[in-house]
């Protein structure tokens, strides 16, 4: 049995489906386990169970931190012991690439949870990916869609966004005892890619001209928290172009290293999502 943890989100979800095509025996938790929409035979429990209770009988653990809820360092505590309770052999716990910013109030708190799931006896993988490809389209879906343009800070610092897929597909191989040494896994796209850069892509795959406009932090910052964004949120995603501005992000190889194929491209993910633009 595999829990995977956050089952209902864009990994997740993706997790879930593929181990049940591997013929693995899934557990899946959501906060509204009958509204969750997973598979019938996908076993679907409340994410506030017992930890016991999820973790009995499971030989691997997905750690999905938005769903561990609000007391987020006790809960994955919890879960934790309740894994090495069950004699788990693998926990993949999906982090985030700002771990390494000393300055990020997300990395911050994410390496506190990583310093929690250290305690886990089995094998441990964490991932640590940078932005995904699908937050651009929160960030511009709205105003591309209705009025054919879009702001963004920081428009012509290089990203180097990653394919949530991508990271679904490295979260699934290693649930499945792909081998891979310890160390935590810096998970990238395959180029680096300013947000001018992406909103060009976006324009040539709807056919269209796009009104691109850079906008300040500052206003970044109020239009996030007028849409209630935390501000350790706001500052935390901030802090990824600013660091991006210092010290360029390369690509890393681990998307292709533990795959054994190139990490998918931002081209190839607005292609998979044009229809959500327009
Ligand atoms: N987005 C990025 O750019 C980025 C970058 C680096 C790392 N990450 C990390 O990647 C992980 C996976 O991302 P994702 O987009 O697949 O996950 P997600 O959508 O953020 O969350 C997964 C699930 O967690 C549950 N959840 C959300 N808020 C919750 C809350 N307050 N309390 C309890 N449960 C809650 C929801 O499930 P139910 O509604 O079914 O309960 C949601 O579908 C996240 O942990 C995120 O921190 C993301």
Do not use: K
Not at 29 to 35: E, G, I, K
């Amino acid at each position: 049995m595999i829990l995977v943890t956050g089952a209902t989100g864009a990994v997740g979800r993706r997790v879930v489906a593929q181990l049940a095509a591997n013929g693995a025996s899934v557990r899946a938790t959501s906060r509204t386990p009958d509204a969750a929409d997973l598979p019938d035979d996908i076993e679907t429990l409340s994410s506030s169970a017992p930890a016991h209770a999820l973790l009995d009988g499971c030989s691997s653990v997905l750690i999905v931190a938005s769903a561990l809820g609000a007391a987020q360092l006790g809960r994955l505590a919890e879960l934790v012991a309740a894994a090495n309770v069950a004699r788990a052999g693998r926990l993949v716990h999906i982090s985030t690439a700002s771990v390494t910013d000393p300055l990020s109030p997300t990395g911050a708190h994410h390496r506190a949870l990583e310093e929690v799931s250290a305690g886990f006896a089995g094998a441990r993988h964490v991932l640590r990916p940078v932005p995904f490809a699908l937050n651009t389209l929160h960030w511009w879906g709205p105003t591309v869609r209705v009025g054919r343009f879009a702001e963004a800070p920081y428009l012509d610092v290089p990203m180097v966004p990653v394919d949530e897929r991508d990271v679904a597909d490295v979260a699934t191989a290693l649930l499945l005892g792909t081998s891979e040494p310890d160390g935590p896994l810096h998970l990238t796209g395959p180029e680096g890619l300013s947000s001018r850069e992406q909103l060009g892509l976006l324009a040539e795959a709807l056919g269209t001209h796009l009104d691109v406009r850079e906008i300040e932090p500052d206003e970044v910052r109020r239009r996030l928290a007028g849409a209630g964004v935390p501000a350790p949120a706001v500052e935390s995603l901030l802090r990824s172009f600013e660091l991006a501005a210092e010290h360029p992000v390369l690509p890393s190889d681990a998307v292709p290293r533990v795959l054994g194929r190139p990490a998918r491209d931002y081209a190839n993910w607005v292609a998979d999502h044009i229809e959500s633009f327009r």
